[in-house]
């Protein structure tokens, strides 16, 4: 029997072409995202991260939302141990975690990570950055400002919790210096480093950093991030989940 890449002719630019276009037809991925987000179609879900990198590649993409009780029964579990989303399942590959999924997008696809291997291994360790060091203590405020705030010691450790995140925030703000990204061109390290950035946007913080402020603001105007953001916030108003 014949495969489809026997009828195309012998050219190799255009057999590479549709050859890559045939992987994409047969393994569109599909993720996983909230059925109806807590942070109420502001693009903060993790989900936003993985939509963001699927699009800045041109990867076509399709979703399933799922309620609080489904990501918590055992067949999400089964892609998620931890029963959290995003997921991510294209052929018999299933991936969980956010950055896994993002690096293994940019490890597949052109445009994510540079082709010069140091500038490569410089750009995935500020993926690592994002999600190692600048999330925790960010993430640590959010959930603070969410589940703690009634609670009589709130007032005194909010100020402990700041002053660790603008400590890193400075760190940052040092390094980044007139640049408009990290480490040159555009990478999967400030995809990663943006989308948690974002969490700071409600509380001010962010506004003590000219140069932060405005790195976060050069990712959102990305067409690629406009396409993310737009899809799950159509989910949010009720509209398609796909991508």
């Known amino acids: 029997m014949e495969r489809p890449l026997d009828l195309i002719p012998d050219v190799p630019d ?7 276009t045939l992987v994409t037809m047969q393994q569109t991925p599909t993720i ?7 942070d109420r179609g502001a693009g903060l879900a993790r ?17 399933r939302l799922l309620s609080f009780a489904e990501m918590k029964q055992s ?33 597949r696809h052109a445009g994510l ?11 995935i360790t500020w993926m690592f950055a994002a999600l190692n060091t600048m999330e925790p203590p960010i993430f640590d405020l959010v ?26 925030l ?18 999967a390290g400030d995809l990663l480093m943006v989308t948690v950035l974002r969490w700071l946007k409600r509380t001010g913080m962010l506004d003590e950093y000219p140069n932060l402020a405005g790195y976060v603001a050069r990712g959102e105007a990305r ?13 949010f108003n009720g509209g398609p989940a796909a991508g």
């Open 75 to 107: 067949a999400h579990r089964a892609l998620h141990p931890f029963g959290q989303i995003p997921t991510y399942e294209a052929g018999d590959l299933a991936l969980f975690e956010s950055g896994s999924i993002v690096f293994h997008i940019a490890e």
């Open 113 to 123: 990570l540079p082709d010069d291997a140091n500038a490569r291994a410089r750009a």
């Open 223 to 235: 067409p690629a991030f406009r396409r993310a953001f737009d899809a799950q916030l159509a989910v």
């Open 170 to 187: 400075g760190s940052l703000s040092n390094r980044l210096g007139d640049a408009d990204w990290l480490d040159g061109a555009f990478s």
């Open 32 to 38: 996983t995202a909230f059925e109806q987000s807590p």
């Open 47 to 63: 989900d936003m991260r993985v939509r963001w990198a699927l699009e800045e590649v041109g990867q076509p993409y399709d979703v």
């Open 14 to 20: 255009l057999r590479s072409t549709y050859g890559q």
């Open 143 to 168: 959930l603070a400002r969410v589940l703690d705030r009634d609670k009589a010691w709130f007032e005194q450790r909010l100020p402990v919790l700041e002053a660790r995140i603008r400590e890193t």
